[in-house]
């Protein structure tokens, strides 16, 4: 089968189609004729040298794909070849083939398109967990997000305001806030021309945010810091700006505050298998359409 193989640390140039041999799936797994592939941040700081694989992963960028079930483990029960699915993998997205563990594997909703499905679970499943599963927001709570615009970003915003929180969006272009004001998003600023800080003590009269969602890491830590309440939490979930520098760790004591890291493809399949039920659980309260027809897809397989 065809890859797309990373030759040397680069920009889109170092990448080339080359073949190796189709992958046989292990016990729990599935293997998926990919039809359509998803194009992550990660998949470019992987081909430039900055996000490397784990031990014992290949180095074929792709984390989520979507496709037609071409063969099924001895112990996966509720699928079967031919099956339209969208799943989630640590590697190997741009392929023909890609080996899906069956826990993160979706059946795909009647009327999406393999397109559709192959770029949603990677940003969604991101966002339940840095959200809701480490950040714990909860209705009538508050949350500042960075980078609102990007895919991770426009899920946690549609997931925050489907549970009734309040949501602060920040991004660097008039469209994009004005796309997160369609949205629902409750307040937007761009970030290059205002002081988020500043801003969202303004117009939370003070107060501050339970949850501040940042993907840039030390360049706004202590300001993100600044806005947090007592007993807030920031979930970093990058370190675009860096992943080192100066922290003054006092304010954590005075305000009791929770800093928490987290990246996706550093998780085992056994914990990752139980996010998508905490999705369900926790985004779809609001009765979202798209949450509704992923619950009403994999029910009858769980």
Request: charged share 25%; net charge positive.
């Amino acid at each position: 089968m065809k890859v797309v193989s990373i030759r040397r640390p680069g920009g889109p140039d170092v990448l080339s189609l080359i073949d190796i041999p189709k992958p046989k799936p292990g016990p729990e797994d599935l293997l998926v004729r990919v039809r359509a592939a998803g194009i992550n941040r990660a998949d470019c700081l992987q081909r430039e040298g900055r996000y490397p694989m784990p031990p014992g992963v290949g180095n074929v960028p792709g984390l989520e794909v979507a496709g037609e079930v071409e063969a099924v483990g001895g112990k996966v029960k509720g699928f079967r070849k031919g099956d339209k699915v969208f799943g989630l993998i640590a590697e190997g997205g741009y392929a023909e083939y890609a080996i899906v563990d069956h826990g993160l594997a979706v059946p795909l909703p009647k009327g999406w398109s393999f397109t559709a499905g192959a770029a949603v679970i990677e940003v969604f499943l991101t966002a339940q967990e840095t959200v809701f599963g480490l950040g714990e927001l909860k209705k009538g709570q508050s949350m500042l997000l960075h980078a609102a615009g990007s895919g991770v970003g426009t899920a946690a915003l549609q997931m925050a305001k489907h549970v009734g929180a309040t949501v602060y969006a920040l991004a660097g272009s008039q469209q994009k806030l004005d796309r997160l004001r369609a949205m629902g998003a409750d307040f937007v600023w761009n970030y290059k021309i205002y002081d988020f800080v500043e801003e969202v003590l303004r117009a939370s009269k003070g107060e501050g945010v339970d949850l501040v969602e940042d993907f840039t890491g030390v360049p706004n830590l202590m300001r993100n810091i600044a806005v947090l309440k007592v007993a807030g939490r920031l979930v970093l979930v990058g370190t675009r700006g860096g992943p080192s520098g100066d922290f003054d760790i006092a304010p954590m004591f005075r305000k009791r505050l929770q800093v928490i890291g987290f990246t996706m493809r550093a998780q085992s399949a056994v914990h990752l298998r139980a996010v998508p039920h905490h999705m369900d659980a926790a985004a779809c309260q609001g009765r979202d359409q798209a949450c509704g027809a992923r619950s009403a897809a994999r029910g009858p397989r769980r």
